[in-house]
């Protein structure tokens, strides 16, 4: 039975990637059809002008895209043989017209199964129209999300799955050999990595004065932030260095990966609420010890004395002196957190129960 599976973007979006796509190799390419809306030239071609984004956005994104969407749909209306779906986050973004409705409802009405799949609070964000939003509810026989918080969103659902939004890089890692390195330059720098998109900088902006005072408290030693991200960090600091690393998937990983400590610092709301503390997997799957706000998933990250959670700024300063200053100390919390990532957010055993669902 063929599996349709409706994505925004495999390459640029991280939940299409990673929620979905890493899973998908070419042995089972060959039983679904993935429907891609958003072209990779809208991420591709960026302009720093306001109005000259806003014609790519149409031009290259908005419009072929809506096409692509209704397309897609007319060729499964006329699919006579049974048929899964399979909805990462929404279909129609925001608004869906008539014929959007027609077409949407009607395919997922026909299908014999219905999986719909969202790691963010795309109700709260706007992500999906009310429409949408209802259908998907009604007609999904799982609703897959990525923490509990989401789960309460679709409580009408009867079939509902918390699974962890984790990264098959960390898979085969040896966690020995990597420490090996980061204790030899432990005596001489600390560093400290964030990864994250520029609209989560700010996040970051409003711990820098506390990460700047840790740094001026460990002596003898650079204390450096790399930032890993789609914009650069731009702020002046006293004692700590800050080296900015435009994001690439292969290059966030390698630098996890010569990094000391993982940082994820959060403010609360309906919004923060909905992630799925995934910088903070990625950082414990390459057995990084994690210094997070004690906001939503966060805590689940932080379980097995593996991290310090952070509930008021100044609690910063002191969390990073305490994992930067003693290397045995930095040891410990290092291999609890590979053993955390292998426990609870394994992407072989996410990826073995996702494929028998949907092949």
């Known amino acids: 039975m063929r599996t349709y599976i409706f994505v925004r973007n495999k390459k640029y979006r991280p939940s299409t990637y990673y929620r979905i796509y890493q899973y998908i190799d070419?042995?089972?390419?060959?039983?679904?059809?993935?429907?891609?809306?958003?072209?990779?030239?809208?991420?591709?071609?960026?302009?720093?002008?306001?109005?000259?984004?806003?014609?790519?956005?149409?031009?290259?994104?908005?419009?072929?895209?809506?096409?692509?969407?209704?397309?897609?749909?007319?060729?499964?209306?006329?699919?006579?043989?049974?048929?899964?779906?399979?909805?990462?986050?929404?279909?129609?973004?925001?608004?869906?017209?008539?014929?959007?409705?027609?077409?949407?409802?009607?395919?997922?009405?026909?299908?014999?199964?219905?999986?719909?799949?969202?790691?963010?609070?795309?109700?709260?964000?706007?992500?999906?129209?009310?429409?949408?939003?209802?259908?998907?509810?009604?007609?999904?026989?799982?609703?897959?999300?990525?923490?509990?918080?989401?789960?309460?969103?679709?409580?009408?659902?009867?079939?509902?799955?918390?699974?962890?939004?984790?990264?098959?890089?960390?898979?085969?890692?040896?966690?020995?050999?990597?420490?090996?390195?980061?204790?030899?330059?432990?005596?001489?720098?600390?560093?400290?990595?964030?990864?994250?998109?520029?609209?989560?900088?700010?996040?970051?902006?409003?711990?820098?004065?506390?990460?700047?005072?840790?740094?001026?408290?460990?002596?003898?030693?650079?204390?450096?932030?790399?930032?890993?991200?789609?914009?650069?960090?731009?702020v002046k600091t006293k004692y700590l260095i800050v080296d900015n690393i435009k994001w690439s998937r292969s290059l966030a990983f390698s630098e996890m990966l010569k990094s000391h400590i993982g940082i994820m610092p959060l403010s609360e709301n309906k919004l923060t609420l909905g992630k799925c503390a995934f910088k903070a997997v990625q950082a414990i799957g390459c057995g990084l010890p994690v210094i997070v706000s004690n906001v939503g998933m966060n805590k689940d990250v932080v379980t097995k004395g593996n991290g310090i959670l952070i509930n008021t700024k100044t609690e910063w300063v002191d969390a990073i002196v305490s994992l930067g200053s003693e290397v045995d100390i930095w040891e410990g919390y290092s291999i609890r957190s590979r053993e955390l990532w292998l426990e609870n957010f394994n992407s072989k055993k996410i990826q073995k129960y996702i494929l028998n669902k949907l092949f």
Request: with cysteine.
């Open 26 to 234: 070419e042995s089972i390419e060959v039983n679904c059809k993935i429907i891609e809306y958003e072209s990779n030239l809208f991420y591709e071609v960026k302009a720093k002008n306001r109005i000259i984004n806003l014609i790519y956005l149409i031009l290259f994104s908005f419009i072929p895209g809506y096409f692509r969407r209704i397309i897609a749909l007319l060729k499964i209306s006329t699919v006579n043989a049974p048929y899964k779906v399979f909805v990462q986050r929404e279909c129609f973004p925001r608004t869906i017209t008539p014929l959007g409705k027609l077409l949407l409802g009607r395919a997922i009405r026909r299908a014999d199964k219905v999986y719909w799949d969202f790691d963010d609070n795309i109700f709260d964000a706007k992500e999906i129209s009310k429409f949408e939003g209802k259908l998907l509810n009604k007609y999904a026989d799982l609703v897959i999300v990525g923490n509990r918080f989401l789960e309460s969103k679709v409580k009408e659902n009867k079939n509902i799955l918390v699974l962890n939004t984790t990264d098959k890089m960390m898979e085969n890692i040896h966690l020995e050999n990597i420490n090996e390195e980061r204790k030899r330059k432990f005596n001489d720098e600390l560093i400290l990595v964030w990864v994250g998109t520029k609209s989560n900088l700010i996040f970051l902006e409003q711990i820098i004065i506390e990460l700047d005072k840790a740094a001026m408290k460990i002596p003898n030693k650079k204390v450096i932030l790399r930032v890993i991200s789609d914009r650069e960090l731009g």
